[in-house]
Structure formats: structure tokens, C-alpha cells
């Protein structure tokens, strides 16, 4: 498993340093004080093949966008997370019909959310942009203004003692992430 995070995010390595614990499986780290970048990835896959490569929106997008590359990941990764950003539709279209991609959504005040999809219905090299939030959590998308919204966490007795956002505000009745979602 190739885990590309390195200092470009503190929440990433938290996160990759958690995973691999729970999926039972070995990271491989970029190297302290590097970002991770298209070249690193190769470099790795080529060594070894891995379960998933979590890469920034850029690499993908840049992966997207030559065919060899592609090439040359298909048979190397089983498929990407990203998080962070957005992945333009075009290039993520030509890397999805090769490999699969997840988005991981989260923040520093919520962690990570835990995302659903259908085994049935979910088709990821057409789905690959859209995130289901459980909908155990509570989790609301309002409205802002024109298309943006956002998502909104409430404070319920059945979700409080599991959402680590009321941990930090103790006295939150809501939290208000800063992203702008677009509704499907």
C-alpha cells in the first residue's frame, strides 16, 4: 500500500498513520520534507505493487492527462484516494475507466466522515465525484446561496458521544464545515 502524504497536510498523515493499523496493511511514506508528486508514485508502484495510492487532486489530475502514466499505474495500484480538492471531470473520467477513485472527506474538527455507497448501483468510473455521507450521522446539506451548500453537522443524543466535532466545541449545538458542496 502506498500512502503519498508527507508534510503538505497534518491531517493526511494523522490519518495515514491510522489506516494502516486498521486495514491491516504496511504503508509506504514519501520521503520527510517532500510533497508527494507523480515522479514519487512511479517510483514506488514500479518497486512494488499496492492496494491504494493517496495521492493530492494535482497528481491525479496530471495522471489524467498522459496516457503513459495511466498506463503504468493501472496495473501497479488498485485504485486512489484523494482529498483536499477537486479533480477536474475530464481527466478524472480517463483515469476512473482504468482505475478507481475515492474521495476522502474530511477536517481537522470533524476527522474523517465516514462515506457510503451502493453495491449495487455505484458505478465508479461514472460515480467517482459524488460522496454519500452514512446517513446515521445526521449530517444535513443547506442551502447558501445560488448552487453552493454546505454541510452541516447537529448535535443529537444518538450521534453526540460518536461525532469527535463536540468534543472540541463542547457548548456547539451545529458545526458549520467551510466546504461548498454542489447537490446531485
Given at each position: 500500500?502506498?500512502?503519498?502524504?508527507?508534510?503538505?497536510?497534518?491531517?493526511?498523515?494523522?490519518?495515514?498513520?491510522?489506516?494502516?493499523?486498521?486495514?491491516g496493511?504496511v504503508?509506504?511514506f514519501?520521503?520527510?520534507?517532500?510533497?508527494?508528486?507523480?515522479?514519487?508514485?512511479?517510483?514506488?508502484?514500479?518497486?512494488?505493487?499496492v492496494?491504494?495510492?493517496?495521492v493530492?487532486?494535482?497528481?491525479?489530475?496530471?495522471?489524467?492527462?498522459?496516457?503513459?502514466?495511466?498506463e503504468?499505474?493501472?496495473?501497479?495500484?488498485?485504485?486512489?484516494?484523494?482529498?483536499g480538492?477537486?479533480?477536474?471531470?475530464?481527466?478524472?473520467?480517463?483515469?476512473a475507466?482504468?482505475v478507481?477513485?475515492?474521495?476522502?472527506?474530511?477536517?481537522?474538527?470533524?476527522?474523517?466522515?465516514?462515506?457510503?455507497?451502493?453495491?449495487?448501483?455505484?458505478?465508479?468510473?461514472?460515480?467517482?465525484?459524488?460522496?454519500?455521507?452514512?446517513?446515521?450521522?445526521?449530517?444535513k446539506?443547506?442551502?447558501?446561496?445560488?448552487?453552493?451548500?454546505?454541510?452541516?453537522?447537529?448535535?443529537?443524543?444518538?450521534?453526540?458521544?460518536?461525532?469527535?466535532?463536540?468534543?472540541?466545541?463542547?457548548?456547539?449545538?451545529?458545526?458549520?464545515?467551510?466546504?461548498?458542496?454542489?447537490?446531485?
Amino acid at each position: 500500500m502506498l500512502i503519498g502524504a508527507s508534510d503538505y497536510s497534518l491531517g493526511l498523515t494523522v490519518f495515514c498513520l491510522f489506516a494502516p493499523s486498521y486495514y491491516g496493511r504496511v504503508p509506504v511514506f514519501a520521503l520527510s520534507g517532500t510533497r508527494p508528486t507523480i515522479e514519487s508514485l512511479l517510483e514506488a508502484i514500479n518497486t512494488i505493487k499496492v492496494d491504494w495510492s493517496f495521492v493530492p487532486p494535482l497528481v491525479i489530475d496530471e495522471i489524467g492527462k498522459q496516457p503513459e502514466l495511466l498506463e503504468r499505474l493501472s496495473g501497479r495500484s488498485d485504485y486512489l484516494i484523494h482529498t483536499g480538492g477537486a479533480v477536474t471531470k475530464a481527466t478524472g473520467d480517463a483515469v476512473a475507466n482504468r482505475v478507481p477513485i475515492w474521495q476522502l472527506l474530511g477536517s481537522s474538527e470533524f476527522a474523517s466522515f465516514p462515506l457510503i455507497h451502493s453495491v449495487d448501483s455505484f458505478d465508479n468510473t461514472k460515480d467517482w465525484q459524488h460522496m454519500q455521507p452514512n446517513p446515521l450521522l445526521g449530517l444535513k446539506i443547506q442551502h447558501q446561496y445560488k448552487d453552493p451548500h454546505k454541510l452541516v453537522v447537529e448535535r443529537s443524543p444518538k450521534t453526540e458521544s460518536i461525532l469527535a466535532v463536540f468534543s472540541h466545541f463542547q457548548d456547539a449545538h451545529k458545526f458549520r464545515t467551510k466546504d461548498l458542496f454542489k447537490v446531485h
